[in-house]
């Protein structure tokens, strides 16, 4: 039915004892971070500033001993987006034209555009993804409260994701209820009955916000949940952070 | 998986991925996008107080479980919500903007659903000028047409629903536009004459849920009507 969903089991920690998984999970975040905005940032055609960056990412890969079958399946999923690009090829001006049909051209720059940023997409996720594969969400939402995240902020986030799944079923199970009294065969009915699904959920939703709170308040909550003491960075957190800034600093110099 | 869709899937073309922008474009929705957040932030803290934690997080959830239901939308298709007007109707610009920006956040960080760089981007579209804006269109024409009818009501957000959609997709567009990722012929019209139809799906969806609620439970919406409020509470469900 979706691409949300079959994620939520992978994101648990696989891994087991690497130099990657060693590092604290602000560290990881940061390099991911540093990575995703340096590849995406960069001006189209500069083809070597990230040859430079895959080869690290390709690296990374590695040494986080990531499983690749569920990576390649979850970064497959948004390239679905390069399609609206490849259309905008078609149609661009500038540049030599390679190829025309009609009043369709391909020109040089619309394959440099179509090119820059299909790879630009491919290699953040494929980062993003190594950081999600590999990092629990609780890590996760520590490093971004370590790294100033609004507290309130950060624990509407965990709210959030312990409540997904709850809702997700119970939205499952209403939509089962409906098929099996006929409801949905109609088109037309359809979208009535899957709105007052949505507003039923909605209701219950509220509800079970308020039912939550007080079962919060009944166990001494008075604001913000109370947050952890995390591991320490350590030497090897400081070296791979110098790393990756000295790495990407490396591609973007190439074409300076 | 709907991977194998058509090119156009027009649910995926408001969650634009990361390299589609570029470093201006980025700059301008981020701090847009942050200057949002913080204020939201503040408003739901002031509102809410201690239940601000367990609301939004359950509201988000419900949205992010709203976003997954397909549903036929005229032109062939399917399309799924995107909810930012329901949620403005129902929780107000502020908390409504909040519970946006967060399950885009998820969305991005967790299901790789629209880019970690193109974050404020989305979050720009969709939260300000989606529920927010969307918000702003409703109320003037529900309190235009009669406070506390339900005509008006739905009327209202049909209209802000259809209209939201719409413009953020074209706001979208203008933006890979300017970032010269797609020429901006080919970006509005591929993006307006998907999102035409996609907006009214989103409209017809937000019609039905908010007047489930209005006729069932009139007291949790953001501006109850007034005979709503005199009513004491009651619980439908049961769980």
């Not at chain 2, 939201?40 to 976003?67: D, H, K, N, S, W």
Request: aromatic share 10%; with cysteine.
């Amino acid at each position: 039915m979706l691409l949300h969903l079959g994620a939520v089991l992978l994101a648990t920690e696989s891994q087991t004892n690497t130099i990657w998984t060693r590092l604290t999970a602000r560290s990881r975040l940061l390099c991911t971070l540093l990575i995703v905005f340096a590849t995406a940032l960069t001006p189209n055609g500069r083809w070597w500033t990230w040859a430079v960056y895959a080869i690290s990412i390709a690296l990374l890969i590695l040494i986080s001993r990531v499983p690749l079958l569920p990576l390649l399946k979850r970064v497959a999923v948004e390239l679905v987006f390069v399609g609206v690009v490849l259309i905008g090829t078609l149609f661009r001006q500038g540049g030599d034209v390679l190829f025309q049909w009609g009043w369709i051209q391909i020109t040089t720059e619309g394959v440099t555009v179509l090119g820059s940023v299909t790879l630009k997409a491919f290699l953040s996720l494929l980062t993003v993804n190594v950081l999600i594969l590999t990092t629990s969400i609780t890590a996760l939402l520590h490093a971004l409260a370590e790294l100033r995240t609004p507290p309130l902020l950060v624990a509407i986030f965990s709210s959030m994701y312990r409540y997904i799944n709850v809702l997700v079923d119970e939205f499952n199970s209403m939509q089962r209820a409906a098929r099996s009294r006929n409801l949905m065969s109609d088109p037309r009915r359809q979208r009535t009955v899957i709105g007052n699904m949505i507003g039923s959920l909605f209701i219950r939703t509220y509800e079970r916000g308020d039912r939550v709170h007080q079962a919060m308040l009944a166990r001494g909550y008075s604001g913000l949940p109370p947050v952890a003491k995390m591991p320490q960075p350590s030497r090897l957190d400081v070296a791979l952070l110098t790393l990756t800034i000295v790495i990407l600093l490396i591609g973007q110099a190439i074409y300076l | 998986m709907s991977v194998t869709v058509s090119l156009f899937q027009p649910q995926l073309a408001l969650h634009i991925p990361d390299g589609f922008l570029s470093l201006p474009i980025i700059l301008v929705t981020w701090i847009l996008a942050i200057a949002l957040i913080a204020i939201c932030l503040q408003r739901v803290q002031a509102t809410y107080q201690e239940r601000a934690v367990p609301l939004m997080g359950v509201c988000a959830a419900f949205i992010f479980a709203a976003q997954m239901i397909n549903f036929p939308i005229p032109g062939g298709t399917s399309g799924h919500l995107l909810g930012g007007t329901l949620a403005g109707v129902l929780l107000g610009p502020w908390a409504g903007s909040l519970v946006m920006a967060v399950v885009f956040i998820v969305q991005s960080v967790l299901f790789q659903d629209g880019g970690l760089t193109v974050l404020g981007a989305n979050i720009v579209n969709m939260g300000l000028i989606g529920t927010f804006g969307g918000y702003y269109l409703y109320r003037s024409i529900r309190y235009a047409l009669g406070r506390d009818s339900l005509r008006s009501v739905l009327i209202g957000a049909a209209i802000a629903a259809w209209t939201s959609v719409f413009v953020s997709s074209i706001v979208c567009a203008f933006q890979l536009a300017f970032s010269g990722t797609v020429p901006l012929n080919v970006a509005i019209s591929a993006m307006a004459f998907w999102h035409f139809m996609i907006a009214i799906g989103e409209a017809v969806i937000t019609v039905v849920a908010v007047s489930y609620i209005w006729r069932t439970r009139p007291d949790l919406m953001y501006h109850p009507p007034r005979h709503a409020v005199a009513d004491t509470s009651r619980s439908y469900s049961s769980r």
